[in-house]
């Protein structure tokens, strides 16, 4: 090649990314078309690579604003009962000390080693309560970090489906007054699912209606439509509740979001649905914009 003509070009950040050039294996002269034809195509890469630049810059802080708030949100729910736990045992070192003291100088009585005993049977149960608290925040945190097979595939007919889907699911809501309505067509029609995953999604959903959507609606009332398409299955989940502002629709699937309200709970039950359709599932959930209640539509490849 004994012909050249190239321009350098530029990554994202300034940095040197690579040339465009043209070669030829002749002497050759570039006219000015030519060369403003280069200068467009260099500059044509350098838009894309700074848009893909700034694209990678914004993930990376989103990366780092959801672990900020995975963070944050494990440090408050798991420092509240371990403050406990050792602000219970100050109090068991204390009294230990104090009748130990008492026993020394022979001045134990049976009422103080009788308070000493109670001080200890509450400090026991108060240990308890709270290590069991953060041994069930822990197994929470669990599902959500690690993906686990939690079933296999079943091949099974939109029927099947939605009568497994009306039976586990009215028992969540037996002792509550919401109706619930499954609904589907061509009932025959067949594909393979891993139903329990899918079921411990939909029940996620369903106690997160239940906490936080119901309150002062009159007729609470949840539906399920579902639809078997060539190559998706889909599946919308309605509620009448209160509904989802639209400001927190972008964040609802992030751990430990509990809302403008701060409602009840960790906040962790529709980041481990997210984890489980994406992961576990391979498709995908978002929440839908609606008018009344809430929206989710589920979608799983076939």
Known sequence: MISYLGLPICAGDTTPFGTICILDSKPHEYNEPIIKLLETIKQSFETQLKLLHQQKQAFEQQQFTELETLIRGIAHEINTPLGNCITTVD????????????????????????????????????????????????????????????????????AQLSESLQEHLKEQIKYRAIKLDINYQNPHSQFEVEIELLKQVLIILLQNSMEHAFNNIADPAIEINIFNFDEVLKIHYKDNGNGISSNELSSIFTPFFKGSSNQSGIGLGLSIAKKIVSQQLQGDICVQESDAGAHFLISLPK
């Not at 149960?125 to 069930?136: F, I, Q, S």
């Not at 939690?150 to 091949?155: I, W």
Request: with cysteine.
């Open 91 to 158: 109090v068991t070192k204390l009294a230990l000390n104090d009748t130990k003291s008492l026993l020394v100088k022979k001045q134990l009585s049976q009422q103080a080693l009788q308070n000493t005993l109670d001080t200890l049977e509450n400090t026991n149960e108060l240990l308890d309560r709270n290590l069991t608290a953060c041994a069930h925040k822990i197994r929470i945190l669990q599902d959500l970090l690690y993906t686990k097979s939690q079933s296999s595939k079943t091949v099974i007919t939109l």
